[in-house]
């Protein structure tokens, strides 16, 4: 398996995984706020870096925090909300890393293919799947639940 889409090991590794949970993050907050100008691009922009192999810790943490600034563009209030419901919270990848295999395995070809449709400018199409599969990363569905998402991220990157 590609290190990127491994458990963390060194500082950049864990960073990466921050990153990560950053983005499903932002992807969770526009389920009820809607999207900036530059949220498609900043959601893209942080899959490309976190892509990146050769990303290092400095660079990942940069990106972490232009997605964190876009988050609170999109959902504001959340950042101060006395009523906290959780739904644009960063995620914690050590949930993926100490999931079942199956479901690990799942979660990660869903992030192979939403690495790849983040690549240059996804369309449409490629936008709203990304979207969804960050949204879904963090649900502790079960196969039946994940695999059809998987297939469906799959056939658009044409895997």
């Known amino acids: 398996m590609e290190p990127i889409l491994s458990a963390p090991c060194t500082p950049a590794q864990r960073q990466r995984d921050v990153l990560l949970g950053a983005l499903v993050g932002l992807a969770r907050s526009t389920v009820n706020e809607p999207k900036?100008?530059?949220?498609?691009?900043?959601?893209?922009?942080?899959l490309r870096q976190a892509a990146?192999?050769?990303?290092?810790e400095e660079a990942l943490a940069r990106m972490t925090r232009?997605?964190?600034?876009?988050?609170?563009?999109?959902?504001?209030n959340c950042a101060t909300c006395t009523m906290r419901c959780g739904n644009t919270d960063d995620y914690d990848l050590a949930r993926l890393w100490a999931a079942p295999e199956t479901i690990r395995a799942l979660k990660l070809r869903m992030l192979r293919c939403v690495f790849l449709l983040a690549q240059g400018?996804?369309?449409?199409?490629?936008?709203?799947?990304?979207?969804?599969?960050?949204f879904v990363l963090a649900e502790d569905w079960d196969e039946d639940l994940l695999l059809p998402v998987v297939q469906r991220a799959e056939a658009l990157c044409g895997r």
């Open 36 to 46: 900036t100008e530059d949220t498609d691009r900043v959601l893209a922009a942080g």
């Open 52 to 56: 990146n192999a050769d990303a290092t």
């Open 66 to 76: 232009i997605v964190e600034t876009e988050k609170h563009r999109v959902a504001p």
């Open 121 to 134: 400018r996804p369309d449409a199409a490629a936008q709203e799947v990304i979207d969804q599969d960050l």
